[in-house]
């Protein structure tokens, strides 16, 4: 590893252009609707909060960007009793 | 005809107003008339590079609000006959340029001069649209690095939609300019190649400048730098970028190694191009 280090250190160049291309691709996909992750959010948390009662900050949103695939991740927090009722 | 040429690039510190002034000296040199403007309301710096700081009475500002005529606000270049200098305003905040304004500005700038270079000013706000707005072409300045690759790719989505040209469904023609490049990092993987900013962005190359202290020397000294040191490998690229500009057909030459290795210096050989 160490030897491989020796020829190949810091080439980082590959590293940039992946991450680029990746980046890229879906900023050009989503261009003008950067809001998008945003809206999602309002829109099914509206949706739920019709149901159960939910507060704001109980309510976690995380967006993964893949090269093939992304994720947006809505983690609510419901407590008992407003499943209770 | 007249061609008024936008040179954007979204982050800042990239090499917008040295290319701006390097460009527009060099069209001047190969015998075109030019205006270079500068777009950057507040943080004028165009003045300073092209060595005009101290002659600045009017600017771009007062041009658009009607308190000076073109004419008043144009400076001439003491060294080339044919280079002319648009300031920005120091003061006023950005809000003071109106595309109405602007526009009147670059009509009036089309009936006397064959190039209109428009420094913008870096981000993507109301400076920075309007200095593209009436763009007949644009060059998007780029340094190999992941932050101004984005911004440019940012900056020519703009393009292709904010001007006036893109609205009416004409063709605005972008072409990229790779500044402070340096061969011997992007030989050693250390830095993206050209191919590789090329790839990413997806437009043609207008030239490719390594980084190199005599842009530092020139702009230190108010001279563009096709100007000071019009041999040295930076002004010989921005000089046939400026000839690409102009249509003529210039082999892009990527910059190699300066240094010599052990072999090429015993044989006396020199790698650099």
């Known amino acids: ?85 | 005809m007249s061609k008024v040429v936008v040179v954007t690039s979204g982050k800042g510190g990239v090499g917008k107003t040295t290319s701006s002034a390097a460009l527009g000296a060099a069209l001047a040199q190969a015998g075109q008339s030019v205006v270079v403007v500068d777009f950057d309301v507040g943080l004028r710096n165009l003045d300073l590079v092209m060595g005009a700081e101290r002659r600045v009475v009017f600017d771009l500002v007062n041009v658009v609000q009607g308190d000076a005529k073109l004419p008043q606000a144009l400076i001439r270049d003491k060294r080339l006959e044919t280079l002319w200098l648009l300031p920005a305003s120091q003061t006023r905040d950005k809000e003071a340029l109106t595309e109405d304004g602007v526009e009147k500005v670059m009509d009036g700038l089309r009936a006397r001069f064959d190039w209109i270079i428009c420094d913008s000013p870096a981000g993507i706000e109301k400076g920075a649209t309007l200095a593209m707005r009436f763009a007949d072409q644009a060059v998007v300045v780029t340094n190999p690095e992941v932050s101004s690759v984005r911004d440019s790719d940012r900056i020519i989505g703009l393009l292709d939609s904010k001007t006036r040209r893109a609205e009416g469904g004409e063709k605005l023609e972008k072409q990229l300019l790779l500044t402070r490049y340096d061969p011997a990092r992007a030989a050693r993987g250390e830095m993206m190649k050209v191919e590789d900013v090329l790839e990413i962005l997806a437009i043609p190359l207008l030239g490719i400048v390594s980084e190199s202290a005599d842009v530092l020397t020139a702009s230190n000294l108010g001279f563009p730098v096709t100007l000071h040191n019009p041999a040295s490998p930076a002004a010989r690229a921005y000089a046939d970028a400026a000839r690409r500009l102009m249509g003529e057909e210039v082999t892009v030459t990527t910059p190699k190694e300066k240094k010599a290795g052990l072999f090429g210096r015993l044989f006396g050989k020199r790698v650099a191009a």
């Open chain 1, 1 to 85: 590893m160490s030897f491989l280090n020796f020829f190949n250190r810091n080439r980082s160049a590959p590293v940039a252009r992946e991450r680029l291309q990746v980046l890229l691709a879906h900023e050009r996909a989503f261009a003008g609707r950067s809001d998008l992750a945003e809206r999602l959010q309002k829109e099914i948390l509206a949706a739920i909060a019709k149901h159960i009662p939910i507060e704001g900050d109980k309510v976690v949103v995380r967006l993964e960007r893949g090269e093939q695939v992304s994720t947006l991740e809505i983690d609510i927090e419901v407590p008992e009793q407003a499943l209770a009722r």
